[in-house]
């Protein structure tokens, strides 16, 4: 349990700096404002952080990964709504807050919401 949870802090500290990356690659070098560009770096740091947990910190079900897909895109779209809530209201509501902590914040937010679905409904045998 605790190599688990430890694998899972590794692996969504991969996902943040792909979902930092992808965020600040657009916020510097595009037109996308914060919002959209959020949006875009969470559909990133969703796909990574499923390969990398899938291999590294649960293992692959027993079910198809079609099906194992398709149940960690439905947790992670239910984490990074609340994620993305988080964000986009520090960021209304802050508006001095710079992007970066807004993500950080929100991802920290999100985290025991998705390790505990992922835990149980994706991965869970």
């Known amino acids: 349990m605790k190599k688990r949870l430890l694998s899972f802090v590794i692996v969504g500290g991969i996902g943040f700096l792909a979902d930092a990356g992808v965020l ?10 914060p919002f959209t560009a959020r949006l875009l770096a969470i559909a990133v740091a969703l796909q990574v952080t499923w390969l990398l947990n899938r291999n590294f910190t649960f293992g692959k ?25 988080v964000y986009s209201g520090l960021l209304v509501f802050i508006t001095s807050l710079p992007p970066i902590v807004a993500l950080t914040i929100g991802s920290a937010t999100a985290t025991v919401f ?4 992922y835990a149980k409904l994706v991965f869970g045998r």
């Open 24 to 33: 600040l690659g657009l916020l510097r070098w595009t037109e996308v404002d």
């Open 61 to 85: 079900s027993t079910r198809h990964a079609a099906v194992e897909g398709m149940r960690y895109g439905g947790v992670g779209i239910a984490s990074a709504i609340l994620n993305y809530l």
């Open 114 to 117: 998705s390790y505990t679905g």
